[in-house]
């Protein structure tokens, strides 16, 4: 059982929807962290934070919006989305934002399908 | 140049056998190396960590070489659960920002 969840697991909505994803990790963990996943590519940095302060906003389109209202939940809210946002995104965690020798914990991710 | 690139595979094994694959790196001052496990449509499980001397876990052995800038993975005796996309992680840096690859993809065949 994975220590970070996430939902909703799958997501379609039309471009012209407001949704939310959430993240909750169960570890203790002081860091968390939004990615973008998409076909046959590594996955992208959006969103970091620490202690519920965002320190990375990583060239991501204003149409996402984070929300990380305690150290344990991390949302990501969603507005007028295109479809090029269609991908996997998945939320981690860390222990700190020390980073080496320190790996980052998944949730099982949002399938997302913009149409 | 891609910070951290792979062979996309797939690397398609007999059960039993064994197979490797690198992972370059471009950035020579990248401090941590790790190998996560990626099922079809599923999240990244930490796989291991790669130290520099080298590390074993189990059927797996990673290895670190810095003069060329890569990591390897090597799975002995697979078996048809090992079947997945292996990722490569490094951190550039001392921080957070860790760089993932594309992915290899093993597939293991009875």
């Known amino acids: ?115 | 140049r891609k910070e951290v690139e792979q062979d996309p595979g797939p690397f398609n094994v007999p059960e039993g056998a064994t197979v490797a694959f690198n992972c370059t790196y471009s950035n020579s001052a990248s401090q941590s190396f790790f190998w996560y496990r990626q099922d079809c449509r599923k999240e990244p499980k930490l796989l291991m960590s790669v130290y520099s001397s080298g590390n074993e876990d189990g059927r797996f052995t990673a290895q670190l070489n810095r003069a060329s800038q890569y990591i390897s993975l090597l799975i002995r005796d697979s078996k048809l659960s090992d079947s997945a996309t292996y990722l490569c992680v490094v951190n550039p840096g001392n921080d957070y920002k860790l760089s993932f690859g594309a992915g290899t993809t093993v597939t293991v065949r009875a």
């Open chain 1, 1 to 115: 059982e994975t220590g970070v969840t996430q939902t909703p697991r799958h997501l379609v909505m039309g471009m012209t929807n407001k949704k939310s994803l959430k993240c909750e990790q169960h570890l203790g963990h002081n860091a968390m962290y939004w990615y973008k996943q998409s076909a046959k590519k590594p996955l992208e940095l959006m969103f970091v934070y620490s202690l519920e302060e965002r320190v990375e906003n990583n060239s991501v389109p204003s149409r996402f919006s984070p929300e990380c209202p305690n150290s344990s939940h991390l949302f990501l809210h969603l507005h007028t989305l295109q479809p090029e946002d269609s991908a996997l995104y998945l939320c981690a965690s860390s222990q700190d934002l020390g980073g080496r020798s320190q790996p980052q914990h998944f949730g099982d991710g949002t399938r997302l399908s913009i149409l």
